[in-house]
């Protein structure tokens, strides 16, 4: 008895017209946005290039995770987990692609690490920066991650597939490549969201962006085996799966939305606190502009407060509806918080950055000064010094903005002739939204990403026969009466 | 868990020594109609639960219950002291910065519902210090598997008959547990 996943012409027919629609997406964008040569389109490749090479990466470590703890639970649907790489054939040489063609003045998403490379400013940590982008060490680390997320795709894939079908005795070893591929992903995943991400905007810190972008990476790659479990059923696939397993899927996805919630939020607090013009610069752009204060809260209630309320109770985590629903929804959460961190166009800007640091520090003295007014006036009846005092301190931090704004001024048209590569054209600030563009790249991605993981997929037996946790996985049953 | 109070003092008491065999004979002998009155592992037996038909605990609802009332109680006090009885400007910050209570609030949300949980837990199953428990075989807390039977209310023939079902469902010992008038109650 063989069973393998047919991958029929009709779906192929149908991720093919998904992955038209993409493409009529990108032509949609290019034509539309011209604006900092085709920011707008480059933004929407990386960030869905991005989401789905980590569903992959993600898919891989569920299983190797789940190896290296004598996990029983996942043995079901570890063909699914392991067949979600598919998309790492091409994933990680399309990022490697756009950092290569950002070098080159293709687009401008990494202009403002070429810009760092000469500024004269010395910066806290820019002698290191200087060091880490420096532009042979950027490309060949990038190209070193697509090189060891294929391999690793590519072989796990193989090597599972031997111990699930064939001998049981080489199960131990698929322990250590489990063990070698957790310490690849913990390196390369954290350091490829420094290298494609947070270079975006290259002044913004932020230490904890790799565990950031882990969880919703696990997110995601939680919400899509659901789907794709509850898919396949419907196909009359995977006869032993049940809403057991699928709980545990639940508990998981549940897990991962408030682990999320608690990066973002450590992120965000302290940075609110410290109030560093560095790291401020980075909120401050996006509150400061109506539709990214929108899609910051919006990605904030789908993927914190919908699981929160949603998915704490069992019965809707064993709800195939209810966890179908919440998994797609998630899915376009963690699709938002990506377009938070890539759709400003530009990300940074040597002018626009000098004001808004100007417009923090001016805030700053504003909101002490209401404060203060507020406090004297509330213990003593004489509040008149101190409103005058704030008063000429924010008069000072407009001249200084002035004169910050001038000295910008003269920076730009001093560094023109040296090397700012996309020449004369002005770069102006782009907010984008997702609009009919962003969503018809969003499904043409989707569908690449599944015609991968179902070609994948056909190739292999679903079920891990010779697996020695399989009986343990086919018996979990827990039904209160 | 389940330690009902009643007035009986006299019990069958019958020992497995395998979770697979005795998980099966709760099933065979709740299908017989006998109705079991306790049942002790040395550890916790995936499905027990369910073999003994249950009902799912309320503990976490009143889990709920006590993290609420800690978020309240934190939110609350924060609240008060910033805006009303002691405002202090602390780097600039609004009066009321939420963010920042944010930590302190989930910190008392955990306290209380654990906290809460666990007394709610031991009150419910009479586990208060000074307390001496029942013990129906020692070897509970080793390697055995025990159900306990009240024999109290049951005739002869009944006793004898439940000796017999689990004797046949594979107990290795079966005997009968008789307490003194309110020993460990």
């Known amino acids: ?481 | 868990m389940s330690a009902a109070s009643t007035t009986s003092n006299k019990f069958v008491v019958g020992l497995w020594d395998h979770e697979e065999v005795y998980l099966h004979a709760i099933e065979h002998i709740r299908h017989k109609g006998i109705e079991i009155y306790d049942s002790l592992t040395p550890f916790p037996v995936h499905g027990l639960e369910d073999a003994l038909g249950y009902k799912e605990s309320r503990l976490h609802t009143a889990g709920f219950f006590f993290g609420a009332t800690g978020m309240t109680l934190a939110l609350t006090f924060m609240t008060w002291v910033m805006t009303t009885n002691y405002p202090i400007n602390f780097g600039g910050k609004p009066y009321w910065p939420v963010p920042s209570f944010i930590p302190i609030t989930f910190e008392l949300t955990v306290l209380f519902s654990a906290w809460g949980m666990t007394l709610t837990y031991l009150v419910r199953n009479k586990l208060w210090p000074g307390r001496v428990p029942r013990i129906y075989d020692k070897r509970t807390t080793d390697d055995r598997f025990a159900l306990v039977f009240d024999a109290e209310k049951l005739s002869d023939a009944d006793i004898s008959s439940i000796k017999e079902v689990c004797k046949k469902e594979g107990a290795v010992e079966v005997k009968d547990k008789v307490f003194a008038e309110n020993e460990g109650l």
């Open chain 1, 1 to 481: 008895m063989t069973d393998n996943f047919e991958f029929t012409d009709k779906l192929k027919k149908n991720l093919f017209i998904m992955m038209g629609i993409g493409l009529l997406g990108l032509v949609y964008v290019f034509l539309l946005y011209p604006e900092n040569s085709h920011a707008r389109l480059w933004s929407n490749i990386l960030a869905n290039t991005y989401y789905f090479t980590g569903i992959g990466l993600f898919g891989m470590f569920a299983v190797a995770a789940g190896t290296l703890a004598y996990g029983g639970w996942h043995i079901l649907v570890k063909r699914i987990f392991l067949s979600l790489s598919g998309f790492l054939r091409i994933g990680g040489f399309i990022l490697a692609g756009i950092v290569v063609l950002g070098l080159l003045n293709v687009h401008t998403l990494y202009d403002g690490v070429k810009h760092i490379l000469h500024e004269p400013v010395v910066t806290p940590n820019h002698t290191t920066k200087v060091i880490f982008f420096a532009p042979v060490f950027w490309v060949s680390r990038v190209f070193v991650y697509a090189g060891l997320w294929l391999g690793f795709s590519w072989y796990m894939n193989k090597f599972f597939a031997r111990t699930d079908q064939t001998d049981p005795k080489v199960y131990k070893q698929s322990k250590l490549l489990a063990a070698a591929f957790i310490v690849m992903f913990a390196l390369t995943e954290s350091a490829a969201s420094w290298d494609l991400i947070m270079s975006l905007d290259p002044h913004w810190y932020s230490t904890l962006f790799g565990w950031y972008n882990f969880a919703s990476y696990g997110c995601a790659a939680w919400a899509m085996t659901i789907l794709l479990v509850i898919y396949l059923k419907s196909l009359g696939y995977l006869p032993k799966v049940n809403e057991n397993h699928v709980h545990d899927l639940g508990k998981l996805l549940f897990g991962f939305s408030i682990f999320w919630t608690y990066l973002w939020f450590d992120q965000f607090m302290l940075q609110w606190y410290a109030n560093i013009p560095e790291e401020t610069s980075f909120w401050v752009k996006r509150f400061g502009h109506g539709y990214f204060k929108f899609t910051i809260f919006l990605a904030l209630i789908v993927n914190f407060v919908f699981p929160l309320v949603f998915l704490i109770k069992r019965g809707n985590k064993r709800n195939f509806k209810i966890i179908g629903f919440g998994s797609a929804l998630l899915i376009f959460g963690h699709y938002v918080d990506f377009f938070n961190y890539t759709f400003v166009e530009p990300n940074w800007n040597h002018e626009l950055d000098h004001k808004h640091h100007a417009k923090v520090e001016t805030e700053k003295v504003v909101l002490y000064a209401a404060n203060e007014e507020h406090h004297t006036t509330a213990t003593t009846t004489d509040a008149t010094p101190a409103h005058d005092n704030t008063e000429a301190v924010a008069t000072e931090v407009k001249h200084e903005e002035a004169k910050h704004e001038g000295e910008s001024h003269a920076h730009e048209t001093g560094a023109e002739g040296e090397h700012v590569g996309h020449g004369e054209a002005e770069v102006v600030a782009n907010y984008a939204s997702i609009n009919i563009g962003e969503v018809l790249v969003f499904i043409g991605f989707l569908g690449a990403f599944l015609f991968l993981f179902f070609r994948n997929l056909a190739k292999r037996p679903i079920t891990p026969e010779n697996d020695p946790y399989l009986k343990e996985c086919e018996r979990i049953t827990v039904t209160y009466s």
